[in-house]
Structures are given as structure tokens and as C-alpha cells.
């Protein structure tokens, strides 16, 4: 079963890309986002309700989400709605518009999108908000390259059946890929400087652990991968996949405590807030409820394939 993921009414066959392209769903609750050059679009469909969500994201001139500036640390707070106020030094980069703000820890997500400047430019001062969330003086941090797709729980690893986790990825990033939106816990996949695929997963409510290693294909910076991580109530093993049918596999995890998994409210993210490495870079990512066979792990890699191929990348 395939979906077709439109280009946001824009012809892109100019600019490299096909028109639309059509996905495989393989019969399952389905998200896929590719990414262009920029965020510009919020997926709304629950995965849960087995409805299908596919769409490119962001201008589609260049392919691939890049790591965007982060301010790391800084004491802030939100008054009046959607008014922050940052005191104190700036680690990191400079405050900015477009910036996400969120606590520090990352729990409770957002606080709020700096939409304009107010008495500050980069440093302690005010920034407008939108979606502003009145919040207490705190250690706060800022980003920008972050997308959220909705729908998930909190613990991914527990699940009512199955998921898997995909992402098309180069470069080290150092950082997880899908992660979870309350503690900022990296729950799906990690991707650190070796290239490996860290697949995690959730013992409890506040214990996070690395369930399986995949390592493989340590072949250059300028080479595209598609990294796996599949959930069962009980297992996780994590996969890395390169010129089709090539395959790491790691070791399937053993037995784990099951928690549960469902909400509509809970979200993963997809961002690189905190990569330092200028060609670390996210194609896209797709997301079922089911765990992919092997064969539909191929299917699933010549589609990403045939996109890359489009704008001259090799996967």
C-alpha cells in the first residue's frame, strides 16, 4: 500500500524532485516528513487514528534539515503571555527569532516561538513570544530546526503492538533523532560520531536505557544512511541500512517492563538543536505502527532512494 506526499502545491520537478512521490504504509498507521531547507509545515494527523501522513517539509530547493543555531543555556522567564525575559549571559548562540524556548532540561516542552525582538539582540533583554507560556525565572535554552510529530506517548518502547522508528541521515549528529517531548530524553534514535544507531527505550517512567548498538558503513561524512529502530512490548533492535539490501543489524534486545503506550497527546521530535557538525543532516523520517520484515525494509529504503536520487544524493 502506498500514499502519495505532495509538495505543498508546489511543482517541484524544476528544482529536482518529482511531483509527488508514494510512500509505502505497508497496512499500517503511518507518518512520513522529507525534509527541504526549512520548517515550514506542522504534520496534524494522530498516528493512532491509522490515518496516513505524508508531506515534504520546507522549501524543497535543497534536501535535507541542517543544524540550526542553539542557545544552550541562559536564565529566562514568561510574563504577560508571551513576553521572555532573559537575564544574565547567553551560552552558546545568540537569542533569535524563530528560536523554540523551552526549559533547559527540556521538560514540559515548549514555552514559546520568539517572533520578534523586543529590548534584546542575542543577550539578556525582552523577546516577543507566540504560544508564550507563563513560566517562573529558570534555566531556559532556545533552538531553531525542530518539528514534532504527533500522536506518541511518552514511553515508545512499551508499546500496545509495534513501532518503528526511520530516519535518512549523514554526518555524525551526535544527538538524538525522534525524541520524546517532555524530558527531553532520547528515546527513539541516537546517531553519535561513529554512525552508529542507538535504539533506546524506557524501563520506567524516568529511567531511559540503550536497549541496542548497530554499527556499520563508517565510510565518510558525505554518506547517506537510513537508520532503524523497532519496538515490540518486549524487544528493540536497531538496524543500519546502505546500497539496499545491506544491512547492520544489532543484537535484539531481551525482555523489558512493559509500560503503556497510546496517548494522542504526547509527541516525538525531530530536530538537530544540538549538532556542531556543518554536514549532519536529516533527509526525512517515517514512522509506523508495526515492525517492518525485512522485505518491507528494502521497499521502504528504495523509496527513500528514488528521492534521493532525484536531487543528485546516493543513498
Not at 203 to 223: E, M, Q
Request: charged residues 10%; hydrophobic residues 40%; aromatic residues 8%.
Amino acid at each position: 500500500m502506498r500514499v502519495a506526499i505532495p509538495f505543498s502545491g508546489v511543482d517541484a520537478s524544476g528544482l529536482g524532485y518529482g511531483r509527488t512521490r508514494s510512500c509505502p504504509t505497508f497496512g499500517a498507521g503511518y507518518s512520513a516528513y522529507m525534509f527541504g531547507s526549512s520548517l515550514t509545515d506542522t504534520p496534524t494527523t494522530n498516528l493512532f487514528t491509522g490515518m496516513n501522513d505524508g508531506r515534504l517539509i520546507g522549501a524543497p530547493s535543497a534536501i535535507g534539515l541542517v543544524g540550526g543555531p542553539m542557545a544552550t543555556n541562559f536564565t529566562g522567564a514568561v510574563t504577560g503571555g508571551n513576553l521572555l525575559t532573559a537575564t544574565g549571559a547567553v551560552s552558546g548562540d545568540p537569542l533569535t527569532v524563530g528560536m523554540t524556548i523551552e526549559l533547559a532540561s527540556g521538560a514540559g516542552g515548549s514555552l514559546g516561538v520568539i517572533s520578534s525582538l523586543g529590548t534584546g539582540t542575542g543577550g539578556a533583554g525582552t523577546y516577543n513570544l507566540v504560544g508564550g507560556v507563563n513560566t517562573a525565572s529558570a534555566s531556559m535554552r532556545g533552538f531553531t530546526r525542530f518539528f514534532e510529530a504527533p500522536g506518541f506517548a511518552r514511553d515508545i518502547f512499551n508499546i500496545s503492538s509495534a513501532l518503528t522508528l526511520l530516519a535518512i541521515y549523514k554526518a555524525p549528529i551526535n544527538q538524538g533523532i525522534l525524541l520524546d517531548d517532555v524530558n527531553g530524553g532520547a528515546l527513539g534514535m541516537l546517531v553519535p560520531a561513529a554512525f552508529d544507531v542507538q535504539t533506546f527505550g524506557r524501563d520506567s517512567t524516568s529511567t531511559i536505557v540503550n536497549i541496542s548498538t548497530s554499527s556499520g558503513f563508517l565510510n565518510g561524512a558525505t554518506t547517506w544512511s537510513m537508520g532503524v529502530s523497532e519496538y515490540d512490548a518486549t524487544t528493540g533492535q536497531g538496524f543500519i541500512q546502505r546500497s539496499g539490501p545491506a544491512r547492520i543489524a544489532s543484537a535484539v534486545a531481551g525482555p523489558r517492563t512493559a509500560n503503556p503506550m497510546g496517548s494522542t497527546t504526547r509527541k516525538l521530535r525531530t530536530h538537530l538543536y544540538t549538532s556542531t557538525t556543518p554536514a549532519a543532516t536529516i533527509a526525512g523520517i517515517a514512522i509506523y505502527t508495526k515492525k517492518l520484515s525485512a522485505a518491507e525494509m528494502d521497499d521502504a529504503f528504495l523509496y527513500w532512494r528514488d528521492i534521493m536520487t532525484d536531487v543528485g544524493e546516493v543513498l
